[in-house]
């Protein structure tokens, strides 16, 4: 069902009556085929400021003969009539592919959206201030550290947490037309970026059971992992996760969903077309994921399965600790409604979004929208940073937060608003994207926790091409078995390996474990077979 806003001037629509009783069969199937709005991501559209466009569209209402009434009189109220200039000259199918992406839309949302994005875009911001609330590793006590991992481990052998990884992009910028998880960063055991999480997932949750269970005890609760993909990176995602047996996970335990979508729009509104038969589109951003949750019925998987807490990442950090336990106990001891791990700034001029107060709430703040001065500045009193706290995607959601935040992005949409060239059936034309960012709900939230983590530990992100300076897939090889490398010489043994070693996680989820293993050993080659688990075919996956 198409929502819009009415209004009052029908004019036209009368001398169209006579077509609108006629309905295509193509259409009427395709309205039936409609899923109902709580089991199918909607794209949400906009209607127009104006009646003017640049490209010559025009909101007369052709004949149309064989269009659904009810969509025909819909794009009359919404002007986007625009939608069927080419009606009569398409085929059955495209007619039917058309009818089915003016269906998907909901223009009422994206009308209020819209406007009120341009509304708050305009609106000046109170400056940004340095966050002084944030619980360093410097000040971490052994009991601190403690008491927050018994809670998270408690939390999690309970069946009280879950795991959220953003997985929508593709391995473009590394050379690969594969999803991003499917990359495999040049370990020796060749192991992907999914496969590297999923093992630690399988090694958190029986370190829980044993935790709170007894050493060696069944697991009760695995944890629950959700996966949001996108169009492109569905298919193939859920591929490499059946070609490999799950990695090991109990299928059971994957809630794949698909990240939403939206149109892209001329700046008067108007719903730009991709071809003579389906509509422009682009990605909702990181932040769609409240929404995507929602719709694809992920949430009330969540309460069904009594998830309290959820650890939520990007796929390309190499070295994520899933569902980290001591960052979910700290949270969960705070009463946090959202968190998240953050690392000190590499250098003043790096160029990351730093986490900053702005009046009584805490947000992100993107490099670009400060003075670099400002962002380079040092505080006099302690020598470091104004503005330290990098944004680096690894966050902490109660399931009652993501509830609360879907409802209300379902009620009014608050997005980013950026100016792209738009590929459309007339070449490309200026338009916009409709984007929201993950952190942007942080502003809602009561209860924000900050902790710091390691970066040397926790973040490897894997985005620039192969051989770059920074943030390739090398510097995260490197980063993985330089961290690995410290594991086994902790445990008390050494590495002769130039690169370092790699130690599967199936072994170690943090460096615990080795003792055993290392002490007193030296381990010629990056790759030894002793630390790699019982599994001969989970030591080395074949590259995909």
Not at 43 to 63: E, L, Q
Not at 114 to 130: F, G, L, N
Not at 244 to 259: E, T, Y
Request: a negative charge.
């Amino acid at each position: 069902m198409i929502a819009c806003c009415v209004r009052h001037d029908m004019r036209g629509l009368a001398s169209s009556q006579n077509h609108l009783e006629v309905a295509s069969i193509h259409a009427r199937r395709a309205s039936r085929s409609c899923i109902s709005r709580s089991h199918q991501q909607r794209r949400y559209w906009h209607r127009p400021a104006s009646r003017a466009h640049p490209c010559g569209y025009t909101d007369s209402i052709m004949s149309h003969e064989q269009v659904d009434q009810e969509i025909l009189v819909a794009l009359q109220k919404s002007d986007q009539t625009h939608l069927l200039a080419d009606w009569d000259n398409l085929t059955p199918d495209q007619r039917t592919a058309l009818t089915s992406d003016i269906q998907a839309t909901d223009l009422a949302y994206v009308i209020s959206s819209y406007d009120v994005s341009k509304t708050v875009a305009a609106e000046s911001k109170t400056h940004p201030q340095p966050l002084q609330d944030v619980t360093k590793l410097k000040d971490l006590t052994e009991d601190n550290r403690t008491s927050w991992m018994q809670s998270g481990l408690k939390l999690i052998a309970e069946g009280k947490v879950a795991v959220l990884l953003l997985a929508g992009g593709q391995g473009t910028r590394l050379g690969s037309s594969a999803p991003k998880g499917c990359y495999d960063i040049g370990l020796p055991s060749h192991k992907s970026l999914f496969q590297l999480q999923a093992e630690r997932l399988i090694r958190v949750q029986q370190l829980a059971a044993d935790a709170i269970y007894g050493k060696d005890s069944a697991i009760r609760h695995p944890i629950r992992w959700y996966i949001m993909t996108s169009p492109s990176t569905d298919a193939p995602t859920q591929d490499h996760f059946t070609k490999h047996q799950h990695f090991g996970l109990d299928p059971s335990q994957l809630f794949f969903f698909q990240q939403g979508q939206l149109p892209c729009l001329t700046p008067e509104g108007k719903v730009i077309m991709a071809s003579s038969h389906r509509l422009a589109s682009a990605p909702d951003g990181n932040g769609g994921v409240y929404l995507a949750l929602a719709k694809s019925g992920a949430l009330a998987d969540m309460q069904t399965h009594g998830v309290e807490a959820v650890d939520c990442f990007a796929v390309d950090n190499a070295l994520i600790k899933s569902a980290d336990p001591l960052f979910i106990g700290h949270c969960h001891s705070q009463q946090t409604e959202c968190g998240a791990r953050v690392v000190a700034k590499a250098y003043p001029e790096e160029k990351v979004g730093v986490f900053a107060r702005r009046g009584a709430h805490v947000e992100v703040v993107e490099y670009s929208e400060m003075d670099p001065q400002e962002a380079a500045s040092v505080d006099p009193g302690t020598g470091e940073l104004r503005y330290a706290w990098s944004n680096v995607c690894m966050h902490f959601f109660t399931t009652h937060f993501l509830v609360s935040m879907a409802d209300r992005l379902q009620q009014q949409g608050r997005y980013h608003i950026a100016h792209k060239k738009i590929p459309s059936k007339d070449g490309p034309v200026q338009g916009v994207k409709l984007e929201l960012f993950i952190f942007d709900t942080f502003p809602m939230a009561q209860r924000v926790s900050l902790m710091e983590v390691a970066r040397g530990s926790e973040f490897a992100p894997v985005k620039n091409a192969p051989g770059s300076a920074s943030d390739s897939p090398d510097t995260a090889r490197q980063a993985i078995l330089s961290l690995h490398q410290r594991w086994v010489e902790e445990a008390g043994g050494s590495v002769a390996a130039p690169e370092g070693v790699e130690v599967s996680p199936l072994v170690s989820y943090a460096g615990e474990g080795l003792f055993e293993l290392c002490s007193g050993k030296t381990f010629q080659k990056s790759f030894d077979l002793s630390l790699q688990g019982n599994s001969r075919e989970d030591q080395a996956i074949p590259r995909s």
